[in-house]
C-alpha cells in the first residue's frame, strides 16, 4: 500500500496544517515512529502490554440470539468493550504513551469527547508514571461524569474547555494550543485517526491490531473472509483499525456508521462522509461540516465520542475510492441499537458502537441470505446508563 | 513591487523599523475597523494586518479568540473583509495583509480568493496553519499577481526548514517570538535576539517578530534587531477596553502611537 505519501496525503485528504512551531516537532515525531514501527524491542513491549496489561486478543464473539432475529445475517461482535478501560481506545494509547517515553517527554495530554480517549490516556499515563492533563468540552463533562471522575481518580487533571461549542473540536483546539505552548516536554496524545501527518498513520497502525485479530478469529470459525465490516465512525479510529487489515480482501465490504443525530436533513448531526465537504480542521484535510463561509459547523449526536465535525483523512479516501461506504445512524435507531443488544446478547455497548449496531436491521434488509458481518463492539455502555436514563 | 515591498525598501532608506499593527476584522464592527486602519496610518503604522474570524482559531490566544468570536456574530465573512479592504483602497496605500486560517481560504477557492484578493487591494497572505509544504499551489497562485504569502519562523524550527520558508515567503518573514499562541506576555525570552540573528543570517527577507509584544519597552527592544514589531493582542485588548466609549477610534490609535513611536 502507497497510502499516505511522505507528506501524509491520502490523495488530496490529510496532510500537514499546523503552526510552524510544530513542524519540527511532527518531523521527529514521524521519524522516531517510522523507526519504531521496525523496532522488535518496541513491538516486543508494545505486544506485551496489550496482552499482558489491556487485554488483548479480545473475543470474536458470534451473537446468536442476535443473528437469528436478524435472518439472513450471522452477527459477530469483536469485543473491544472487554478491553481494560472498557474501549479499544486503549490499543493506542498504550503505543503512542510507549513513543512519548523513547522521545523522552515528561507530560502527556489528550483531548477527549466521550471521556473514554481520556481515561485510556490518564490510566496508560499513570501506569507509566507521567503527568497528563486531560482537555475536555464543558458540555461533555456534564453528560460523562463518571469517566470524568475515572480520570481524576487516575491522576489526571481534567481542563474543563468553554470556548466555541464546549464539545471535541474545541477540546482538540486548546489541546493544539496547550501543546504549542509545552512542546518541548509535552507529547500530544491524539485518540483518532485524525489530525496532522503522523497522527492519522500511527492511530491506524496502533488500531489496526483490531482488523488482524478479528480476520484471523474468523477465518478460523468460518474458514473464509466476511462478507461485511460494520463499525461506527467519529474521527474514525475503531473503524479505520477494524477495516485496515482487510484493505486488499476486495469482496470483503465495509461499512462506516456515521451519528446522524436528529437527522441528516436537519443541521444537528455529526456525519461529514454523508454531508460534509473537503475542508481544513486540527491539522489536515478532510471531509468536514462547515457553512457557506468556511467556518466549522456544531456537530451533534447523543455520543458524545461521535460529535466532530471532520472525520480522519484516510476515510474521506475511502469514500472517494469507493473502498467503504459510508451510512448513517440516528439518535433513536442508535438507542435501539443498544436496547437491541442488551436484550438479546445481555451486552450493554456504548452509545457510539450501539450506532453499527443500530445499523444492522437495514443491513439485514440488504443482505444475501447466509451473510457475514464482523462489527466492532468499540466500547461498552456502562458511562452512558446515567445519561440514557433519562431518555428511554 | 508591491505595497509591502516599497514599504521595506522605503524604511530602510530612511533606516526605520516596520510597526505592524494587527486587528481582527469586524471587532466591534466593520465600519469601526474602517475607521481603525485609516486612523492607525496617521498613527505610525507601517503595515495592517486584519484577522479573519474563524469559528476555530488554534494558533490564537484568549484574547483574539474572543474577538473572532465577537465578529462572527456580527456576522463578518471573507468576502465582506474583501469589500472592506476594497472601500479602504480609495483613500489609503497602507500596506494591508490578511491574516487568515486556511479553512476559509480553502472553501473560498485558493484561486477565486487571491484573483479577488488582489482585485481589492490585499497586499500579502498570512496562514497560521498553512506551513509552505502545504502552500504550493497558493504561492504558485500568488505569485503570478504580485500578492505576498508571508511564512513563519519559530523558535522551534529546525534550520533545515530555513530555505524553504525564505523562498517561499514574500513581502517578510513572520518570526514567532515564543513557542506559543498569540497574546501579550510580560516578558519574551531571552534568547529571542540570538534565536532570531541565526535566522536572519540564512535568510534574505524582512524579518518581523510578532507574539506576545505588548509594551514600549518590548517594541523598542525588538526594533533594535528585527525588521519589523508586530502587535496583536494588546491592541484588540484596547478595542475591547474602549468598546462603549464614542471615541474609541482616538483611544485606540493613541495607544498604537504609544507603541509605534518606538520602532
Known sequence: MTKPDKFGHFDEFGGRYVPETLMTLLADLERVFVRLRKDAAFQREFR??????????????????LSAQLKTLKVYLKREDLLHTGSHKINNTLGQILIAKRMGKTRIIAETGAGQHGVATATVAALFGLRCDIYMGAEDIERQSLNVYRMKLLGARVVPVTSGSKTLKDAMNE????????????????????????YPVMVREFQSVIGQEAKRQFAQAEKRLPDYLLACVGGGSNSMGLFHAFFSDKNVKMIGVEAAGLGLDTLKHSAPLNRGTAGVLHGSKSDLLQDSDGQVRVAHSIAAGLDYPGVGPEHSYYKKIKRAEYVAVDDKEAIAGMKLLCKTEGIIPAMESSHAIGYLEKLAKRAKKNSTVIVCLSGRGDKDVQSIKDII | MNRIDQKFSQLKRNKKKAFIAFITAGDPDLTTTEKLVLAFERSGVDIVELGVPFSDPLADGPTIQAASQRAIAQGVTLKKILALVKRLRATT????????YYNPVFHFGEKEFVAQAVRAGVDGLIIPDLPPEEAKTLIAQARRVNLATIFFLAPTTDFTRVALINKSSTGFIYYVSVAGVTGARTALPKALRAALKAFQRKSTKPICVGFGISTPAQVREIARYADGVIVGSAIVKEILKNKNKKNLVACVAKFVRSLSRYV
Open chain 1, 48 to 65: 506485551f502490554y496489550l496482552q499482558e496489561y489491556a487485554g488483548r486478543p479480545t473475543n470474536l464473539y458470534l451473537a446468536k440470539r
Open chain 1, 175 to 198: 489541546a493544539i494550543r496547550d501543546w504549542v505552548t509545552n512542546v518541548a516536554n509535552t507529547f500530544y496524545v491524539i485518540g483518532s485517526v485524525a489530525g496532522p501527518h503522523p
Open chain 2, 93 to 100: 496605500e497602507l500596506p494591508i495583509c490578511l491574516m487568515t
